[in-house]
């Protein structure tokens, strides 16, 4: 039986909701409100238009549509879709959930936490591990660079992220340009703030050209390390 309801907010006691990001949360209440709302109580379908706002504890997902299926644990939100949790923002043309946890943003997606920006194609945003992936095409953005690869793992708990595949790092304040085949960023102070390049890597820093084995870069400074066989070919200034 199909129920349709206009503007009106619901509190929806399910076991699961697309916004669910543990099991401790799965059975907790989930706010549901748009323009109009339309119930399948047999298929156990939701349809919500307009103005869709969903809030479950700490996590809320806005967006224009939304369809959410109780028995799959499969929703679906389209049209300028925003999910905010703790400290993350994630925004896309659409989302797709599965599981309760893992969502698969698509349409310039948009991943922020901190001062870190993660883009490409397609975000998938683990929400329970606080883990994100992009392949095909990556970028992510800190404080005074910009990181691009074939694949970029990020691990927000850690202030981390692995690249893989054709890394390319440039950074204007640092007048610094690196290449190499895989790269781990280390944003949290424990680690000193580095970027440990590794598989051909190179920099160009103020002219000077450095090759090596395996290549720190710190970000609070200037300095280099570089081990294994290396080469520094400077340029006069």
Same mark, same amino acid.
């Given at each position: 039986m199909k129920h349709t309801i206009a503007r009106i907010t619901l509190v929806l006691l399910l076991s699961c909701s697309p916004l669910t990001h543990s099991q401790a949360a799965q059975n907790s209440p989930v706010e549901l409100s748009a323009d109009t709302i339309q119930?399948?109580?047999?298929?156990?379908?939701?349809?919500?238009n307009g103005n869709v706002n969903m809030i479950q504890e700490k996590a809320a997902m806005t967006g224009s549509h939304a369809e959410y299926n109780s028995k799959t644990r499969e929703a679906y939100v389209t049209g300028g879709v925003r999910l905010v949790k703790d400290d993350a923002t994630l925004l896309a043309a659409e989302v797709r959930s599965y599981d309760n946890t893992h969502m698969v943003a698509t349409g310039a997606p948009v991943l922020t936490q901190g001062d870190s920006e993660l883009t490409g194609p397609q975000i998938d945003y683990y929400t329970d591990q606080q883990y994100a992936i992009v392949t095909g095409w990556a970028k992510l953005k800190t404080t005074d660079s910009v990181m691009t690869a074939n694949q970029i793992e990020s691990f927000f708990a850690e202030n981390r992220a692995v690249a893989q595949g054709d890394v390319h790092i440039v950074s204007s304040a640092r007048q610094l340009d690196a290449t190499a085949d895989q790269a781990v960023y280390y944003g949290s102070k424990g680690e000193q703030g580095k970027t440990v390049l590794s598989g051909n890597p190179k920099a160009v820093q103020e002219g000077n050209v450095l090759t090596g *084995?395996?290549?720190?870069?710190?970000?609070? %400074?200037? *300095?280099?390390?570089?081990?294994?066989?290396? %080469?520094l070919i400077i340029i006069p200034q």
């Open positions: 119930y399948d109580s047999t298929q156990q379908i939701i349809i919500a *084995n395996t290549m720190t870069l710190y970000l609070d %400074k200037k *300095n280099i390390d570089v081990q294994g066989r290396s %080469k």
